[in-house]
């Protein structure tokens, strides 16, 4: 994790997990922005967890904010997680409550351990070949882009970018990982799992730029996720002098969630709920981002 602030880190946003109905809104979300003249996907850096990597990748290959919202509304993309039905999904979500749950410093298992034991739905080459579909581009682009992953056998929370060492298509394939749908990815003889399993403590990464705009799907969410860690690392970056605003979805988009984000059904109507909402809030956000 940071410990040192850079002010010359002017604005950061972070993109945290939510699964597929998550990106969805979170795409939505940012486009309803941009529509209202509040383009926050220009920011200096970019840091993205799970899918929501995926599309912090795809923003930055240069594909429009448009083509990406009616990716989403249409459900195209990435394909194959129609093949992910209701009672898979609520497999992965049970799987995901019982890592997060799991104290993995103490157990005698580690994550790693856990997921080896699960049947999954796709291969790391498999996962591979999806991700390659639907990210646009090979390489790290100059902009800084910072993808969050789980080391499986540590529990701890690491950052891929263009200075790792680590391919775009590995990163984004790592973070996005979910456990019980995709086995941990290899890389460089140790295995990654889904960014989003500490969704909160990834929050830290932001540190150091003057403004930080966190989209978090799952926030405050009843899903397992501690709200209380989410909140603490929020005061954090607060108290070390960067201006903060968390945005999470609102009742309307809540509704459309349907209470799993694993289900691709949800895509389209989260996307255009996410749309709405960050059309409500571009004024409060153009005051804070751009100070006007």
Not at 175 to 201: C, E, F
Request: aromatic share 8%.
């Amino acid at each position: 994790m940071p410990h040192t602030i850079n002010h010359a880190i002017e604005r950061t946003v972070v993109f945290d997990a939510g699964g597929v109905a998550g990106m969805a809104w979170t795409t939505g979300l940012v486009y309803g922005l941009k529509h209202e003249e509040c383009d926050i996907s220009k920011a200096e850096v970019l840091i993205g967890s799970s899918l929501s990597a995926l599309l912090a990748a795809q923003i930055h290959s240069g594909v429009s904010l448009d083509k990406l919202f009616s990716m989403q509304v249409l459900a195209s993309t990435p394909h194959s997680w129609q093949s992910v039905t209701s009672i898979e999904s609520y497999r992965i979500l049970e799987l995901w409550s019982q890592l997060i749950a799991s104290d993995t410093n103490s157990s005698q298992e580690n994550i790693l351990d856990i997921l080896l034991k699960k049947h999954t739905t796709f291969t790391p080459l498999a996962w591979k070949k999806i991700i390659s579909e639907h990210i646009f581009m090979l390489d790290w682009s100059e902009r800084a882009l910072q993808v969050v992953a789980t080391d499986c056998e540590s529990g701890q929370l690491v950052i891929f970018d263009k200075l790792s060492g680590v391919s775009l298509l590995d990163a984004i394939a790592a973070s996005s990982a979910t456990p019980g749908l995709v086995d941990p990815i290899k890389i460089d003889g140790r295995y990654y799992t889904d960014g989003g399993l500490h969704s909160a403590k990834s929050i830290a990464f932001a540190a150091g730029a003057q403004k930080i705009i966190i989209i978090s799907p799952m926030g405050t969410a009843g899903w397992p996720i501690n709200n209380k860690h989410y909140f603490m690392q929020v005061e954090k970056l607060k108290e070390s002098g960067s201006d903060v605003m968390f945005i999470t979805p609102d009742y309307p988009s809540r509704i459309e969630f349907e209470d799993n984000p694993f289900l691709i059904q949800t895509r389209a109507h989260t996307a255009e709920a996410g749309f709405i909402q960050g059309r409500k809030l571009a004024e409060d956000i153009k005051i804070f981002w751009l100070g006007r």
